[in-house]
């Protein structure tokens, strides 16, 4: 019993909002299961979808990863605790090193969330526009290879000494170029010029301006590992 009292101790977890309003360069998006397509590891209902990029795109969002991994450490609620390399780190602080030295980024969010009034579960849906900035019909379909961009928000959390990370949440996408077999292709819109993904999903790239994560996630996640 002594060992059940210490494992749970040690499994508190502890939740930290690390940035609101992040953007990633244009990358090609694959394993996207996004408003009709919903993904359920493990019971847990959520949208996801992964960014692949060469090494030299990914840089600085590796290390802007790595920055808001030291910023979880040093949170007050974290400071302190034990820090040993995670037991399982594909994508602890929110990307993988691929064998051919692509990197891999994964972003996701509950497919559902509860209303504050009736406190049912009730399904939301991702926004996603155009590179002109065009509401796309919610049910398109996201197909491997499509050019996106991502707006997300940042969440860390840590568990034991061994399980412990970061968390990219998903919260709107940009579709620069769609590859067929989705609903709404980009290519039928004409306009003089194209916003930046700032005007076009709000905010900045420095995650500054503190507006609200459009999703309606919650600055964390209840079970990373869920």
Not at 58 to 70: D, G, I, R, V
Not at 102 to 130: C, S
Request: charged share 25%; glycine share 10%; net charge negative.
């Amino acid at each position: 019993m002594e060992g059940c009292r210490y494992f749970m101790a040690n499994t508190e977890e502890k939740n930290v909002q690390i940035s609101k309003v992040e953007f990633t360069p244009l990358a090609k998006a694959h394993y996207a299961k996004v408003n009709t397509i919903i993904d359920n590891y493990k019971g847990r209902k959520r949208y996801c979808i992964n960014l692949l990029m060469d090494k030299e795109t990914a840089a600085p969002l590796m290390k802007k990863c790595a920055e808001w991994e030291q910023m979880l450490k040093n949170d007050p609620s974290i400071k302190g605790q034990k820090w040993n390399p995670v037991a399982y780190p594909d994508y602890n602080i929110g990307y993988k090193v691929l064998d051919d030295g692509n990197v891999d980024f994964r972003f996701r969010t509950d497919a559902f969330q509860k209303d504050l009034v009736t406190k049912e579960l009730k399904q939301k849906h991702i926004i996603i526009f155009d590179k002109y900035g065009k509401a796309m019909d919610k049910d398109v379909s996201i197909g491997d290879g499509s050019t996106v961009i991502v707006r997300f928000s940042v969440g860390g959390y840590y568990m034991n000494s061994a399980n412990h990370g970061i968390n990219l949440y998903l919260d709107i996408i940009m579709v620069d170029k769609l590859v067929s077999g989705g609903v709404g292709d980009t290519s039928g819109f004409h306009f003089a010029a194209a916003p930046s993904p700032q005007e076009v999903m709000g905010g900045n790239e420095n995650g500054a301006d503190g507006a609200d994560n459009g999703s309606g996630e919650p600055s964390v996640d209840d079970d990373p590992f869920a």
